[in-house]
């Protein structure tokens, strides 16, 4: 059973049609990473995953979009919207801490959905930053600013607030892009120690990451899903000729 | 040759120096006066007792500007109880709406408050605070400090409107985003992650404003009027320190004039003050993203 399959997905902004007829499907407890020039739609894509679209304006989505067996594109209300939303995180490329202490970025989500509080609030803060392996530096200095934290752990701390809600999908958005090679090696690390809970998408613009972590890969160009496969054969023998020249750095 | 070159350069150099000092000194030059004239002529005024007694009888020496202060203060508190939250909300409003119509209508509608002369404010004060509160109590008093409250409730408006908007928008989309994707509402990210993240912006805005309404006199004079004795009844028209200053100066007693100059030191310490304030706020609240 896959976690998310998508059938004749087509997405415009405006008069652009940025998503052209996409269809895949999503395997659970593995890292899908999805490549492809900039403007080729992956970022899009991700964000048809949680509906973060939504927000621009002149968006239209067509198709089928399943998560779990239901059609997430079907949602009308922002409430069912919101409850998708905490089922399917999202990591930005850029870390985005709230200005707000270590422990109120983790605590901030399950506040807001009274999913814990008290002594409870605190065990399931703890848990969401040894699950990051943040805990052991940072459990003396809960209070601390989260912008005094580094960028790496910026971003550490950024997915530990997403555990926080319990999501079943998490969604990465060229989570290592403002990170150095050592820092991305390790958030890299950490996803391998998270697909055995959840199901990651990854978008990159960073082959060798897509190729290092990844269990399968997609190729977008100019809106299309060109390929899609287990990562060792995409990497290895590419069957469209657009996939071969971009994996290789002919493209363009 | 070349030195030649370099010695008229080096005087040019020098010479547009000097220009912009001596400016820049004569453009503050009479603000340092104005403070030291008022410093000078006010500081001898003050005492405790001009803090603790209000006015005496016209022809006694002494008294104080304490009628002043409390009307001030209540005018102040309860301009900010008024303009404060209607001004946050629509300057949150101009910041996430910035290209629809309604926007655009209402900061054209903000431009044109701020530029009101202040009499023509005090006059849309009377008819609209002043003379319906007057109906509404049945009592014969007019004026009241809930009126003048009112009326410079508006201009705090276009002050908070624009400073909130300013603030909000410099407000990184990333983090709305994260609130977002958290499953998080959208008022609720507003209220739990913009404003909390514009709270030095915001903050500052209404310190300006209150700085700014402190010394207004116009529109007082058809609001609050102004009273020789002591009260804090919201419903009855009051002293203020403007207004204070205002009559005082008129009158033709020394001692008047000198309690008028003590006052006007009192105000003016209190905007700068308040001014100093602004400044730590934003230094110490601000967050860098």
Request: glycine share 8%.
């Amino acid at each position: 059973m896959k976690k998310i399959t998508a059938a004749g997905l087509n997405l415009h902004y405006g008069t652009f049609h940025a998503l052209i007829d996409v269809s895949l499907g999503i395997e659970p407890n593995k890292i899908t990473a999805m490549i492809g020039p900039s403007g080729c739609g992956k970022s899009t894509l991700l964000r048809v995953f949680n509906r973060m679209n939504d927000a621009i304006e002149g968006v239209r989505v067509a198709g089928n979009v399943e998560l779990d067996g239901e059609n997430i594109l079907a949602y009308r209300d922002d409430e069912a919207i919101d409850i998708l939303r905490r089922k399917v995180g999202m990591v930005f490329q850029r870390p985005n801490p709230f200005p707000l202490s270590v422990f109120e970025n983790v605590a901030f989500g399950m506040r807001i959905h009274k999913l814990a509080r008290g002594r409870e609030l605190e065990d399931r803060v703890a848990e969401s930053l040894k699950a990051v392996l943040l805990w052991d530096a940072l459990k003396d200095k809960l209070k601390r600013s989260a912008l005094s934290l580094t960028l790496e752990q910026r971003q550490r701390l950024c997915i530990a607030r997403l555990i926080a809600v319990t999501p079943d999908v998490i969604l990465l958005d060229e989570p290592c892009s403002s990170l150095d090679p050592v820092a991305t090696l390790k958030i890299e690390e950490l996803m391998l120690e998270l697909k055995k809970r959840y199901t990651i998408i990854i978008v990159t613009h960073n082959m060798a990451q897509a190729a290092r972590v990844s269990d399968e890969t997609g190729f977008m160009l100019l809106g299309r899903l060109v390929e899609f496969g287990e990562t060792s054969r995409i990497f290895t023998a590419p069957q469209a000729k657009e996939t071969e020249e971009y994996i290789t750095g002919r493209y363009g | 040759m070349r030195d030649a070159n370099l010695v008229i350069r080096n005087g040019v150099n020098v010479g547009f120096k000097a220009v912009i000092i001596v400016f820049s000194v004569a453009a503050v030059l009479p603000l340092a006066f104005i403070l030291g004239f008022i410093a000078f002529q006010g500081i001898s005024a003050l005492n405790l007792d001009f803090f603790i007694h209000g006015s005496k009888p016209t022809g006694e020496v002494g008294g104080g500007i304490l009628n002043a202060l409390v009307g001030s203060g209540l005018l102040i508190l309860i301009a900010s109880l008024a303009a404060v939250p209607v001004s946050v909300v629509t300057g949150v409003y101009l910041a996430e709406n910035r290209t629809s119509k309604l926007a655009f209508f209402v900061r054209w509608a903000v431009d044109l408050i701020q530029g009101m002369p202040s009499i023509v404010l005090g006059l849309i004060g009377y008819a609209w605070f002043v003379l319906p509160i007057a109906r509404a109590t049945g009592s014969g008093v007019t004026f009241s400090i809930l009126a003048g409250g009112l009326t410079l409730a508006l201009m705090m408006l276009p002050i908070i409107i624009k400073s909130t908007e300013e603030t909000v928008r410099l407000i990184p989309v990333s983090l709305k985003e994260a609130s977002i994707a958290l499953g998080v509402p959208y008022w609720r990210t507003i209220l739990s992650v913009v404003l909390p993240a514009s709270l030095s912006g915001i903050v500052s805005g209404v310190l300006i404003a209150v700085g700014r309404i402190a010394g207004e006199t116009a529109p007082l004079l058809f609001t609050v009027f102004g009273n020789y004795y002591f009260n804090a009844d919201i419903l009855k028209p009051s002293d203020a320190m403007p207004l204070l200053i205002f009559n005082y100066t008129m009158s033709p007693y020394d001692d008047l004039h000198r309690i008028a100059w003590g006052a006007a030191f009192v105000l003016v310490a209190f905007i700068l003050i308040l001014n100093i304030f602004v400044r730590l706020v934003v230094r110490r609240w601000k967050i860098r993203f």
